[in-house]
């Protein structure tokens, strides 16, 4: 197989693989009522308790006003607070609420048994080969965000983060 046909059959079966979830993605978005955006501001500011939007608009690679409407959503739904920075006051610190912790905290359970169920389907060498690739590509995945911070930009020129 050349290197090129390798890839394509690679990102067919990264997508095949992904598309495997969405039963529990889109039952979670369904039950939650959360768009994906909502759900990865969530899961950054739980990551990181009392980023700034402007942080979040960095990591997402999106604009502010864009963050700040995600964040004004989800403060008006309860799942998070916003508090004034002590030492600085120009800066807003964004903090999961209990209901928020609890909501990916859910998510996160939820989506660790349906993809526990699948992969103890897999025979012990599948699931090792499995394993050594996840690892490659997430060393890869680092790799070009060291060498090209800027990719998601470039590979999607003209969405909101432009």
Do not use: Y
Not at 118 to 147: K, P, Q
């Amino acid at each position: 197989m050349k290197p090129e046909d390798a890839v394509d059959a690679a990102l067919r079966d990264f997508g095949q693989a992904l598309a495997q979830l969405d039963p529990f993605r889109f039952r979670a978005w369904a039950e939650l009522g959360l768009t994906t955006a909502q759900l990865r501001v969530m899961f950054l500011m739980r990551e990181n308790p009392g980023v700034t939007a402007g942080a979040l608009a960095a990591r997402l690679s999106v604009t502010p006003p864009t963050i700040s409407g995600i964040v004004d959503r989800l403060v008006k739904l309860g799942l998070v607070r916003r508090e004034d920075d002590a030492a600085d006051r120009r800066l807003v610190r964004n903090f999961l609420s209990g209901r928020g912790e609890d909501t990916c905290g859910c998510l996160e359970r939820g989506a660790g048994l349906f993809t526990r169920r699948i992969l103890v389907e897999m025979d012990e060498a599948d699931l090792d080969a499995f394993t050594r690739g996840l690892r490659a590509f997430i060393n890869a995945a680092e790799h070009v965000s060291r060498v090209e911070p800027n990719l998601a930009v470039v590979a999607m020129p003209g969405g909101s983060g432009s």
